[in-house]
């Protein structure tokens, strides 16, 4: 734009006088058509600035913008569902305990197959326990172990056999089936346990951490051949073979302190590799 008046043309008469009033007006800024765009510009500027100014952190001594910060509470985890009352449970978990002397005995798994049976841990032991058999309540045995280690993906616990309840001198037992059972712990690499024995091959129940294989036989059953401890296999999600059975006892695991805490306990803790921390599901 310019303040060069236009040359002189052949206008009506006023119009001369007119057309330099409006130019003179547009120069100076008085129009106010022209006056509406800047104003606009400005308040959307200033808008602009305000919602920045917000997202930032405040400075030193300037109040804080109002915004209210959340965060997702953290899960917390549930108690494993093992289909009956939170009473039953710890009945269980009392009664068992109290039989194998240990206290803090807490349930991990509980199978009604064709006897009632509870799988638990305390901090110091592994205890395979039947409900209600031979008129008994609870009836529990137990083995030693260092339940807050593992030596590398999976540890066994359990493995036993019991004949049949014909054999027993106690009448109570009469029926009862012969039983084998394997037990143990696993990490979260396990997604498949299998037991080989007698001619026939079994998947593992896995749930909380643990493992187990109840195998049932009639009650006239004798043990084949008691040093036949049966072949476990552990397996992964993609089904790549993990280890055996057999494999924990070939090495020795130490705890951060040096300890030996899994495998050959008569080991040199020099050549034992490191336990892994066992957490339960």
């Known amino acids: 734009m310019t303040d060069m008046l236009p040359p002189t043309r052949d206008l009506p008469p006023g119009s ?8 003179e007006r547009a120069v100076t800024g008085r129009t106010k058509r022209r006056l509406l765009f800047p104003v606009l510009a400005g308040v ?4 602009a600035v305000a919602t ?7 400075t030193p001594g300037s109040p804080a913008p109002a915004v209210q910060i ?13 289909g009956v009352p939170e009473e039953t449970v710890k009945a269980i978990e009392e009664g068992c ?10 349930l991990y798994q509980l199978v009604d197959g064709q006897v009632r049976f509870a799988l638990l841990y305390s901090g110091s032991s592994a205890l395979d326990c039947t409900l209600g058999v031979g008129g008994m309540e609870y009836n529990s045995g137990f083995a030693g172990t260092e339940v807050k280690w593992l030596p590398g993906h999976y540890s066994v616990e359990l493995n036993g056999a019991s004949a049949g309840g014909d054999h027993s001198l106690k009448p109570i037992y009469r029926g009862v ?6 037990a143990g ?13 007698d001619g026939q091959t079994v998947d593992a129940s896995i749930a909380n951490g643990t493992f187990l294989v109840r195998m049932y036989y009639p009650s006239d059953w004798q043990i084949p051949n008691i040093d036949d401890q049966g072949v476990l296999q ?25 300890k030996v805490v899994q495998g050959n306990r008569q080991a040199d803790p020099a050549t034992c590799v490191p336990a892994t921390p066992w957490k339960p599901r």
């Open 185 to 197: 712990r696993v990490d979260d690499q396990v997604a498949r346990v299998t037991y080989t024995i």
């Open 52 to 58: 920045s100014v917000a997202l930032l952190p405040p």
């Open 177 to 182: 089936p012969g039983n084998r059972t394997v």
């Open 97 to 106: 305990g109290r039989i194998a002397g240990a206290g803090d005995a807490k």
């Open 70 to 82: 959340t965060s997702t509470p953290l899960e917390t985890p549930k108690a494993p569902d093992f």
């Open 234 to 258: 552990f397996y992964d999600a993609a089904g790549t073979l993990l280890g055996t059975g057999a494999d924990v006892w070939k090495k020795c695991y130490v705890d951060p302190q040096g």
């Open 44 to 47: 959307a500027s200033v808008t």
């Open 16 to 23: 001369h006088t007119r057309i330099r009033a409006e130019v």
